[in-house]
């Protein structure tokens, strides 16, 4: 069943930019294939007799790419998140952005966004522990126009991840994912 989901994302990813096809209507749009580097924090918890309750800090980068009208952008994305003493750790998922048209310089954002978060870690009992388990949440960010197919967007994303590895009677509980972000994003306008 992952391989059928990875199929149908990386199918998605590959397509997106057609959806900023351009047909009989006047209105403004573009594809979009951004870079994205982050700074992140992961809620870890876990039940056992000393409790443990952390904040892992790390970076990530990442890879979008999507379309975009006057007033919406789509994303599809992929994050690598580089977690210290966790094997692996990475996202698959979307964003849907409105956007409010302040300046002809800059523009601010809201958006939602939801996907698949899987990690991978050995913890200290040497017991290995995976989560593939979906997220969803909420970005905000601002959007700097540096030319006509550059933009330069800073942001913060806030993923409510709300997963569980239970093994050997020891639960680990992955809560939130907040990140601050900057990306650049280039615009291909279609004609």
Partial sequence: ???????????????????????????????????????????????????????????????????????????????????????????????FQYLFNFSEYANFYLGVNAGQAEIKFVDSNSVSRTIADPYYGGDIGMNVHVSDSIDLEFGARVMSLNAENDKEDVIYTFNTITTGYMSLVFKYNID
């Fill in 1 to 95: 069943m992952k391989n059928i989901n990875k199929i149908i994302l990386a199918t998605l990813l590959s397509t997106a930019p057609l959806l900023a096809d351009d047909s009989n209507h006047n209105y403004y749009s573009s594809s979009l294939v951004g870079v994205e580097l982050g700074y992140n924090n992961l809620d870890l918890e876990n039940d056992t007799t000393t409790p443990l309750k952390e904040t892992h800090k790390f970076t990530s980068s990442g890879l979008k790419i999507g379309a975009q009208t006057d007033n919406y952008r789509i994303f599809l994305s992929a994050r690598h998140l580089q977690i210290s003493d966790f094997d692996s750790a990475y996202t698959l998922g979307g964003e």
